[in-house]
């Protein structure tokens, strides 16, 4: 067990909880990746925390609870929580997020965050779109493209 990145990544998770970006940003290495179901592959410091900024953003009163919190010299993992109400939709949304991290130079160089793709849109999207199409390819490619484009575009402004 490594302390220090334990209390990393609770770190990150606290300001995350406070919607603290700069104390959010110390916690990532310049060249970190982040992915994710929705945000697959997300690199550079400042593209991932556009990234959250756009997350935090769109979702309406987030709140994040983080538990199972463990690390090494190299790697870390934890369990997150994130609730909140879709803000295209209104619908409440409680996702269950698995966690990993890789280290280098005692930061998070990479962050990627695993959760269940359809179970989320059918919490977010409601029916019938999140049940019939949460599962589909072509579904998740819309709303990866979607967010994608979210991204570039704070991004431009």
Same mark, same amino acid.
């Given at each position: &067990?490594?302390?220090? *990145? +334990?209390?990393?990544?609770?770190?990150?998770?606290?300001?995350?909880? /406070?919607?603290?970006?700069?104390? &959010?940003?110390?916690?990532? *290495?310049?060249? +970190?990746?982040?992915?994710?179901?929705?945000?697959?592959?997300?690199?550079?410091?400042? /593209?991932? &925390?556009? &990234?959250?900024? $756009?997350?935090?953003?769109?979702?309406?009163? $987030?709140?994040? !609870?983080?538990?199972?919190?463990?690390?090494?010299?190299?790697?870390?993992?934890?369990? =997150?929580?994130?609730?909140?109400?879709?803000?295209?939709?209104?619908?409440?949304? +409680?996702? !269950?997020? @698995?966690? $990993?991290? /890789?280290?280098?130079?005692?930061?998070? +160089? /990479? *962050? *990627?965050?695993?959760?269940?793709?359809? %179970? =989320?849109?059918?919490m977010a999207l409601g029916r019938p779109h999140g049940l019939l199409f949460g599962w589909t390819?072509? =579904?998740?490619?819309?709303?990866? @493209? %979607?967010?994608?484009?979210?991204?570039?575009?704070?991004?431009?402004?």
């Amino acid at each position: &067990m490594n302390d220090r *990145h +334990v209390a990393l990544i609770s770190a990150f998770y606290d300001a995350l909880g /406070r919607a603290d970006f700069a104390a &959010m940003e110390r916690c990532y *290495h310049p060249a +970190v990746s982040f992915g994710d179901p929705i945000f697959q592959e997300v690199e550079g410091r400042d /593209r991932v &925390m556009r &990234m959250w900024r $756009l997350q935090l953003g769109v979702r309406d009163g $987030l709140k994040s !609870e983080y538990r199972d919190v463990t690390a090494d010299d190299f790697t870390g993992t934890a369990h =997150w929580t994130a609730t909140y109400a879709f803000s295209s939709t209104g619908r409440q949304v +409680v996702n !269950e997020i @698995d966690a $990993l991290f /890789r280290f280098e130079d005692g930061l998070i +160089v /990479r *962050h *990627h965050d695993d959760f269940d793709f359809r %179970r =989320w849109s059918k919490m977010a999207l409601g029916r019938p779109h999140g049940l019939l199409f949460g599962w589909t390819p072509m =579904w998740r490619k819309t709303i990866r @493209d %979607r967010a994608t484009q979210q991204l570039d575009e704070l991004g431009s402004s």
